[in-house]
């Protein structure tokens, strides 16, 4: 258990719909990242927030956005989906930020969204 | 552009011996280097990193070993277990940037008894 918990588990849903992805980070993590895995793909990049504050943007959909409450949980919004968005969607969270090139980061188990 | 790339989709081992897994990558601004170990229906596991000042990190049966002349990296596991089987991945990131991961496509361990 890498303390990285996600909800839900599963999403099946209809294209053109909305969902929300949530994350809850590590204790005491501040950076929050997610990744999407499609089918035979590696895992890609998609965002990173650091302590409530967008800190880089990857090969996120203008469709996607996301955001860190100042809780520290964060949520990834995908609206007007499409069959292609169907993909393993991972939050990973951290507790490094800065110049430091330690950057062990923690995964969750994952959303695996399927969309008909 | 693949900036991580894992050549061999998958591995097949015997219990007891040693399996290496290899990684190469492009981007010279990586500093730091990381693998994990994916078990299916579940999240990525962090198993060691090596940071680009070393050569090599050890823990346990898992040895990481990095040749920065030839931006190549390998994962040693002595000796292989069958838990050991699952989809391993490496990843890079680099200091000062986005602290994104770069991913490699991964390689499937599968160790016989």
């Known amino acids: 258990d890498s303390g990285v918990t996600q909800t839900p588990k599963h999403l099946i849903t209809a294209t053109g719909q909305r969902v929300t992805l949530r994350c809850s980070p590590r204790s005491g993590d501040l950076s929050v990242y997610w990744y999407q895995q499609s089918l035979d793909q590696g895992l890609q990049f998609l965002i990173h927030?650091?302590?409530?504050?967008?800190?880089a943007k990857g090969n996120i959909l203008e469709r996607f956005s996301a955001q860190q409450f100042p809780d520290l949980h964060s949520e990834l919004n995908l609206s007007s989906l499409e069959l292609g968005d169907s993909a393993l969607y991972f939050c990973?969270?951290?507790?490094?930020?800065?110049?430091?090139?330690?950057?062990?980061?923690?995964f969750g188990p994952g959303t695996r969204l399927t969309v008909l | 552009d693949q900036q991580v790339k894992q050549n061999s989709p998958s591995l097949s081992v015997q219990e007891g011996r040693i399996s290496i897994l290899n990684c190469d990558y492009t981007n010279s601004m990586f500093d730091y280097f990381l693998w994990y170990k994916k078990y299916p229906a579940e999240g990525p596991t962090f198993l060691i990193s090596i940071s680009s000042i070393k050569d090599k990190n050890e823990d346990g049966r898992f040895t990481v070993f990095l040749n920065k002349s030839a931006k190549h990296l390998s994962l040693h596991i002595v000796p292989s277990q069958p838990g050991d089987s699952a989809v391993y991945f490496c990843a890079a990131s680099a200091s000062g940037g986005a602290q994104k991961l770069v991913f490699g496509q991964g390689t499937r361990l599968t160790i016989n008894p």
């Open positions: 990973a969270s951290s507790v490094v930020f800065g110049d430091s090139s330690y950057n062990e980061q923690f």
């Open positions: 927030y650091y302590n409530g504050e967008e800190r």
